[in-house]
């Protein structure tokens, strides 16, 4: 139950940390200017999206590489 549990979070972490890198910089904009229907117009837009979803899969792709060199990390200095 403890692994299960583990790879929960973990997987949980991954989707915070990609849902994050998506809309962060449509929530910065919309708080800039104090507008919520920016955010919207922003993320409904299709330029945005495929931008952002290249972005959102590196920026994923580069955090489960560094959680996997944290966890082999830790491995090693337990032996």
Do not use: Q, R, W
């Amino acid at each position: 139950m403890k692994h299960t549990l583990n790879f929960l979070y973990k997987v949980c972490l991954i989707c915070l940390v990609s849902v994050l890198v998506f809309v962060l910089p449509a929530i910065i904009g919309s708080l800039m200017f104090l507008d919520l229907s920016l955010y919207l117009k922003v993320v409904t837009n299709p330029e945005y999206c495929v931008v952002m979803s290249f972005i959102t899969l590196f920026v994923t792709i580069a955090y489960v590489d560094y959680m996997n060199t944290k966890a082999n990390s830790n491995a090693n200095t337990c032996k």
